[in-house]
Every structure is written in structure tokens, then in C-alpha cells.
């Protein structure tokens, strides 16, 4: 079932050629689209530069490419005016001298430029495989926005190599569209992403923690989209719907992680655009009818892509605001990349059923010198994906959550995943421009090592409980908590009749300073809108003693949870120096008092806080976690 609309090719007189005569059929004046990343022509493109004095005024046109680019050469100035849809490396200096242009525009639209004439092509030099028996050849690695163009240029103009992938999908065209037939072997270029650094792979856990199995993955260009995927060998009956892979997936698709057989639209096919990788996935993709390629009017149409459930989206920036406005395509004014599919793929995701997008970046650049994110975005700068379409952003110090949120709790979330260094300077900006309250409290560091023992989630009994650290964004949430339990419930946790938790108080909670004390909260759902279920804490004291606490919901009392609490909190009690805990239970709180006696809490009756005065030495030994869990 095709979503789009299929080509109708013009059927032409295919003559075979040399390179040099092939492109000395363009005309003077016209647009040239060159293929694009690892299907770049480069034989073709050698010839066309070759050839530059026949040419006068061509713009060049493509996506991104990956190898050679002498075209944007300024010596070549009045010959071709380059204008990029997408910037790499190869051509970033050029546009930034102004030798050569930048368009912004979805990938998912391009061709219709093409098709309206808005963008008239003259000439499209591709790369394709050999023709087969019955007269068609593949555009391999790259079919992109090649369809639009090869059925909308004049003349069509095709390197003929043997190390083309012949690939399944809508990559094959008949041979009697193009024009002109040019025979030429050589290595694909290649474009191996190297090993994810240590900040990247601190994301890509954070990350691999919202895919489940089943859901549909759209991976975009760089570092952390594959330190995901390597995060994701447990995960099973994964779907690919996205416009390209690497060879992030080669292991994951050899494993049988990556199935497709969950998806609705293209069941049991990845579906891509193109790829950018080496010849390991090259190879994989060669006559395999379990990768699909399309054209992007039909990989990025958020229409489409939303056909699927649970599709979840991954895709990098360069800045973020504390409203949430992304910038990818900029440092500031300096053009540096494009829009591709991002904005595409977070329209996609958010319209599809269970469907996530997340932003990803690491919290700061040039060596931890600035924030990547800031108060406003640098002067020039533009916004891709607008503040209203950000759902996740993530970076190496947590996961924040902004869909359906107000600017308040925007900025505490964003902050709150900014590094530390640079927390104070963004919440003071916060309180200056009164997004936030003006008592709002400095937002602590967290350790690391403690929250990375939390475990994501547990079942007790049948019921999972998804467990984090509290946060400063939590205010709502803890206020949500306290308003749902019933008195007596209130009472035998603070031992007294508290009737309110306002503002001050409840921030007062969830600022909490992990380098020395500890909040772990329980929810009832992995989703950014689901409901505090439980809540366990110590709170250290000068003496390197700790009072600790526990609340558990109603409905979730008696299966389990305030065990697995008291057992983590006693762990990391041991980790941060803690000498003893203690606690105060009220005499009516039988189930507490049982948890805190199984920890080995010696119990004393307190006449003044009319219960009981319970305490732990933590010098010696004690049940570890498992402990508390067993038999659930």
C-alpha cells in the first residue's frame, strides 16, 4: 500500500558514454542536481568540474553529500553557484565565505518543488547498480528525493557502478529513463561514524530507558542516535520507520532485535530513505527484501510516518532554549547543517499512537565551556523544531519532559538537565524575567552513581512502579501526591494533622541535594503524565546521621514497595558516609515499624513524639535491597 504518488517516467533514447561527453549536454544557465551521500557520483562530478569551462552560471543542487564538492570551489565561481538543501562538512566553509547558498526546507518536501516547477530541474546525475534482466536498475544506497527528480529533469545522467547495492523497495527505475548511461567503477563513498564518546553513551542509556519493545525507531545523523541503538540489544520486535540508518543497526538486525513485525504500515520491512555507513551495511542491504527504500515524500510525511504506533524519533541539536525552542541547523548565525527530517519525524512521532520524539544534545560544547543550553538562543540563530513541538529533550544529566507544560516548569526542567556549572546563571535568568518563582531555590547537582542504581522499573505482585530521583520540576506532582492521601495516611507519616502543601513547602521537598541526601520516587506509569505513587527519603544531618521516611498510596500499600524503598535508601545511605539512620513511626503505623524491624532498626517508645524512636547503625551489617524484594 503506497501513501504517495507514483512516478510516471518519460521514456527516453538511453545511450551508452563517456563521462566527459555526458555532461557536455547541459546546458548553460540550468540547474544540476547531484546525488547525494554515500551515492554521490563522483566520476560524474569529476567530469562536470572537468568540463567547467562549458558552463556559465549552473547552480548545483543536492542534499547531503559526503565526498568531494569541488563544484563550491571559489575558482569555479562563475561556472557554478552551489546551493545546498542540507550542509556537510565538505561545503560548510563555503557557504560560510559565500561562495556557495543554504535552502532550509523538510526533506519531505523537496519534491514537490520539483514536481511544481518551482524549482525547475535541468540535469540529475546519479549513481545506480548495473541493469538487470528485465531493463531496470537500483539507486542503491541514495533514493532520497531522486524520484521527483529524475522524473522532472530534462536529462538524466547515470553512473553505471558495479559496487552499487541493488536494493528492494522503490529504488528501481526503468533504464529507458535516463538519457545518458555512463559506465564506471569504484568504492562507494563511505561515512563510518566511529565510537560514541563517553557523553554520548551516558545519553544513549538515559535514552534506550523510553524505547519498549515493539515501538518504531527513527534514528537522525550523528554520535547519539548510535550510542542508542547500542543500548538497545534487550529490546525486542523493534520497527525501523526512518529516512536513514547506519550501521548502528547491523548487530540489532542480526540479533533479531529488529523485527518490524509490530508495525501496521510496512510490517515486517525497515523502511529508509537512504543510508550512510560502510560497506558492512552496504553488503547487508544488497538484495535484502527485509530493507525498504522509499522516496522521502513518503518516509517523512508525518501523515505516514504517524500510521504506526509507538514510533519514537531521535534527533540532535546545536542549542535549546529555556522555552524550548531547538536550533540545528545554526551556531548562531553560522550555518552549519539543515533541517532534514527532524521536524518531520517530531510531527510524525507526535501524532502516532504511544508515540515519543525526543531532542537530544550534550550539555555543553567547546570543551564544557559553554551551555548548549541557554536563555535565549544566539543571535542569529533559528528555531527548527518550535517550543510547541518538543516533547523529551535529553542530555548526559537526565531526561526532560516539556509537551504540555507551562513556561515555569519548562525552564526548571531544562534546567535541571543543563550542567552544573551553568544552573545558577540559567535559573537567575529565570527568576529575572519572573518565568519562575523569585524564591525558586538553586537547583543542586545530582550524583550520578546513585541515580544510575535506581532501577527503572519493578513489578510487585503483578504492578509495575517506574522509580526516579525526585526533581525540581516535580512540585506539582509531590503537591498531587499529598492532595490524594486520606488523613490518617498524613498523620502516620509526619505525626501530625498537616492539612497543606503549598508552594514553599513543596519546594523546599524536591530540592534535594544528592551529594548528600536522597529522594527516590515511584510512578505509576513511564509516561511524563503519570501519578507519584510512592515517595522514600533520608535527610542528613550535621552529625552525619539521617532521618528517614517513607509514603506509599493507598492502593498501592501491602504489596511490597515501601521494602524495595527502605532497601535502596539503606544502600545509598552506605554510600554517601552515613553513619545511622533513623526514624520516628507512629505507634498506629504497623506496617512501617515491620519494614523498618526486617532493616534491623532497633525500636525505643518515645513519650514525645508519642510513637516510636526507631534507628539503624550502618556500621554494621544489614539486609542489602534484593532483601526487600524477594518473594514479590
Known sequence: MFLYEKYSYKKKKTVWTDADSAVRNIKKGKRVL??????????????????????RDNEVVHILTVGIAPY???????????????????????????HSDYMPVFLSEIPRLFKTRQMPLHAALIQVSPPDRKGFVSLGVSVDILPAAIAGADIVIAQVNRDMPETCGEARIPLGCID????????????????????????GKYLSRYVRDGDTLQMGIGAIPNAVLLHLNDKHDLGIHSEMVSDGVI???????????????????????????T????GLIDKNRDFQFFPTEYTNDPFVISRNPNVVSINSAIQIDLTGQVCSDSIGARFYSGFGGQ??????????????????????????????????????????????????????????YLHGKNIRERGLALVQIAHPQFRDELLAY???????????????????????NIPHSVTFKGRTV?????????????????????PETIYQRYLTNVEALPHQEAQTRVSVDYNKDMAIAGFDDWTPYAQMVCLGRYIRDEKDQAEIGLVVKENYQGIGIGKFMCGHLVEAAKLHGITRLFACVAHSNAPMLAIFKRFGFGVKESRQIQGYYLSLDLQQSAPSPSAAVSGQ
Open 466 to 486: 517506574y522509580f526516579r530521583p525526585l526533581r525540581p520540576s516535580d512540585e506539582k506532582a509531590i503537591q498531587d501526591f499529598f492532595y490524594s492521601h486520606r
Open 251 to 277: 548487530e540489532l538486525y542480526r540479533n533479531g532485535n529488529i523485527t518490524n513485525k509490530r508495525k501496521r504500515l510496512n510490517k515486517g520491512k525497515t523502511v529508509i530513505s537512504f543510508v550512510l555507513g
Open 72 to 98: 563550491a570551489d571559489p575558482r569555479y565561481a562563475g561556472n557554478f553557484r552551489h546551493n545546498a538543501f542540507f550542509i556537510g562538512h565538505n561545503i560548510r566553509e563555503s557557504v560560510l565565505q559565500g
Open 343 to 400: 521536524v518531520d519525524f517530531v510531527r510524525g512521532a507526535k501524532r502516532s499512537e504511544g508515540g515519543r520524539s525526543f531532542i537530544a544534545l550534550p550539555s555543553t560544547a567547546k570543551n564544557g565551556s559553554v551551555s548548549r543550553i541557554v536563555s535565549s538562543l544566539a543571535a542569529g540563530a533559528g528555531v527548527v523544531t518550535t517550543r510547541a513541538d518538543v516533547h523529551y529533550v535529553a542530555t548526559e544529566y537526565g531526561v526532560a
Open 34 to 55: 547531484i546525488g547525494s551521500g554515500c551515492a554521490e557520483p563522483q566520476h560524474l562530478v569529476h567530469a562536470l568540474v572537468r568540463n567547467a569551462n562549458y558552463f
Open 430 to 452: 529565570l527568576k529575572e524575567k519572573r518565568y519562575v518563582y523569585i524564591d525558586q531555590r538553586t537547583i543542586k547537582d545530582d550524583d550520578s552513581l546513585i541515580k544510575d
Open 180 to 203: 545518458f548511461l555512463v559506465e564506471a567503477d569504484e568504492p562507494l563513498i563511505e561515512f563510518p561514524q566511529g565510537d560514541p564518546d563517553e557523553v554520548s553513551m551516558k545519553i
Open 279 to 282: 560497506k558492512k551495511i552496504f
